[in-house]
């Protein structure tokens, strides 16, 4: 904000519903309607996708996790969980679990 700028984060493919930002604003949680490029590969219907990003640099987590215990393990994306929308989602306040509620 200081540099007066804006910057998006461009990894949704249908629309965003809800948004939680993590207790050290170093993550954002963003869940959005069942895609309709997402597919779950088991039943091929659309499903309802989180994505957990980093704030600073607006992208997703695509290395492979840190040891144990060490922070944030998510690979960026959390699916096949809720089938057709992402109604609420929050970080704990150790920010070690997100918590989602979506439609069945």
């Known amino acids: ?8 984060f461009m990894d949704h ?5 809800c948004v ?3 207790s050290n604003r170093t993550f954002v949680a ?10 779950d590969p088991e039943t091929g219907r ?10 600073r640099n607006m992208t997703r987590n695509t290395e492979a996790p840190p ?6 393990t998510s690979r960026g ?5 809720h089938m057709h929308a992402i109604h609420a989602l929050d ?5 070690r679990y997100l918590v989602t509620f979506g439609g069945e």
């Open 1 to 8: 904000m200081a540099t007066n700028t804006q910057s998006f």
């Open 46 to 55: 659309p499903t309802a996708t989180v994505m957990v990003w980093d704030a």
């Open 77 to 81: 994306v959390l699916g096949r969980v």
């Open 67 to 72: 040891p144990r215990g060490a922070g944030w």
């Open 13 to 17: 493919d249908d629309d965003v519903i």
């Open 91 to 95: 970080f704990d306040a150790s920010t």
């Open 20 to 22: 939680a930002i993590c």
């Open 30 to 39: 963003s869940g959005q309607v069942a895609s309709r490029v997402r597919r």
